[in-house]
T-cell receptor, first 114, second 114 residues
Framework: AQTVTQSQPEMSVQEAETVTLSCTYD???????LFWYKQPPSRQMILVIR??????QNATENRFSVNFQKAAKSFSLKISDSQLGDAAMYFC???????????FGKGTRLHILP | DSGVTQTPKHLITATGQRVTLRCSPR?????VYWYQQSLDQGLQFLIQ???????AKGNILERFSAQQFPDLHSELNLSSLELGDSALYFC?????????????FGPGTRLTVL
């Protein structure tokens, strides 16, 4: 069964510093997609970044980047120059190409310290 | 604003009752997904519809059912409600229903069962 594990229930980072959120997943598929979603206090689910498993290059979106290690089944999210607005719950998620549902991890709550 | 609308925003009801949650997908999106987020948990996939047909089923209870109508809006029916059904219910939509397409999430319906 496909699973997504986020081992850090909570993390804190000083404003303007860099923080890395960890995620591992388990799958026997070779083609799949990985995502990081942000859920602020408003509870809205916001896609932060996505990675196609067939692409070796790590995805980047402004201050957000990932470290995708396919062999290790690891998909960490790095947030650079942390801002107060980054405070949220972050969910790592997975989707198989031919399947449609997204499987979510339990989340990491990120606190930004001013 | 993702373009996905969900009504109502909040719903408070009693055990044993039945409720209907409604979702309107983004214009042009054919696929609708339903997810359940219990307190401090990740999202759990419930069910997916594509252009009116059920496409995939997750851990959806037999007391729950859904449908997608010809105008592509979807309804999630929850019956014989229990305290444990209290959760945030998200609807998401995507263009084709395959994992390659981004799922856009609605703001959610918070269900409280007393």
């Amino acid at each position: 069964a496909q699973t997504v594990t986020q081992s850090q229930p909570e993390m804190s980072v000083q404003e303007a510093e860099t923080v890395t959120l960890s995620c591992t997943y388990d799958t026997s598929e070779s083609d799949y997609y990985l995502f990081w979603y942000k859920q602020p206090p408003s509870r809205q689910m916001i896609l932060v970044i996505r990675q196609e498993a067939y692409k070796q290059q790590n995805a980047t979106e402004n201050r957000f980047s990932v470290n995708f290690q396919k062999a290790a089944k690891s998909f960490s999210l790095k947030i650079s120059d942390s801002q107060l607005g980054d405070a949220a719950m972050y969910f790592c998620a997975y989707s198989v190409n031919r399947d449609d549902k997204i499987i979510f991890g339990k989340g990491t709550r990120l606190h930004i310290l001013p | 604003d993702s373009g996905v609308t969900q009504t109502p925003k909040h719903l408070i009801t009693a055990t044993g009752q039945r409720v209907t949650l409604r979702c309107s997908p983004r214009s042009g999106d054919l696929s609708v997904y339903w997810y359940q987020q219990s307190l401090d948990q990740g999202l759990q996939f419930l069910i997916q519809y594509y252009n009116g047909e059920e496409r995939a089923k997750g851990n959806i209870l037999e007391r729950f059912s859904a449908q997608q109508f010809p105008d592509l809006h979807s309804e999630l029916n929850l019956s014989s409600l229990e305290l444990g059904d209290s959760a945030l219910y998200f609807c998401a939509s995507s263009e084709t229903g395959y994992g390659t397409n981004e799922q856009f999430f609605g703001p959610g319906t918070r269900l409280t069962v007393l």
